[in-house]
């Protein structure tokens, strides 16, 4: 039987978090968050969780994230120059410095393809994703792209799981996330979960690199 591994993408293969993409742009332009950061990303991704399975088209998905944008600076305290800045980032949507890769992220991939793995990636996100995965030169190693938006069910559904699983052939699989929703949406079809821990919030896996030790 083909072995595969299913992949998240926000926290897992890439660095959401805001220090990693946002404060290096508002450093370059002098500017400071005026407030914490984790209750303006809360909201910012309640903004997103709630509309981004409407998100098919990139126009639907450029607005949805500029909203995210606006949402999260504005949280910061950023009011004034929030609009200026989410428009900037709308326009270099696909500068690959707005969508860090997580350490060791393509290593991984290299080194799973290597060892005759099938991956797919498993992610709740927009219309954007493929692009952006093209962008970082990434989508060369997967099979398959099961996107929330394109598919229309998002995670903890397994039904994400079970198209990507139906893609790759096989019926087990690793899926490799550091969500609940990953690790529900895995469980629920009886498929390993391993979580990625890059922030240091759950005691899971410190990096991708990792995951190597996990599978043959």
Do not use: C
């Amino acid at each position: 039987m083909a072995k595969a591994v299913l992949f998240d993408v926000g926290n897992t293969l890439l660095l959401a978090h805001p220090r990693h993409w946002l404060f290096p742009l508002l450093e370059e332009r002098g500017l400071k968050p005026a407030r914490e950061v984790g209750p303006a990303l809360e909201r910012a991704f309640q903004v997103y969780n709630a509309r981004h399975l409407e998100a098919k088209t990139l126009e639907g998905a450029l607005a949805l994230w500029r909203s995210f944008h606006r949402t999260l600076l504005e949280g910061l305290g950023l009011e004034r120059q929030g609009e200026e800045i989410a428009q900037y980032l709308i326009q270099n949507w696909q500068d690959p410095r707005f969508w860090p890769l997580a350490p060791h992220a393509r290593e991984v991939l290299e080194a799973l393809k290597a060892r005759g793995y099938r991956l797919a990636v498993v992610s709740n996100w927009d219309a954007t994703l493929p692009y952006i995965l093209d962008t970082l030169g990434l989508s060369p190693f997967f099979d398959h792209l099961a996107v929330s938006a394109l598919s229309g069910v998002a995670k903890p559904d397994p039904r994400l799981f079970q198209e990507a699983l139906q893609a790759l052939g096989v019926d087990r699989a690793t899926h490799v996330g550091d969500s609940e929703e990953d690790r529900l949406g895995a469980e629920a079809l009886g498929l390993s979960f391993l979580r990625v821990d890059h922030l240091g919030l759950y005691g899971g896996l410190p990096s991708l690199k990792a995951v190597l030790d996990f599978l043959p």
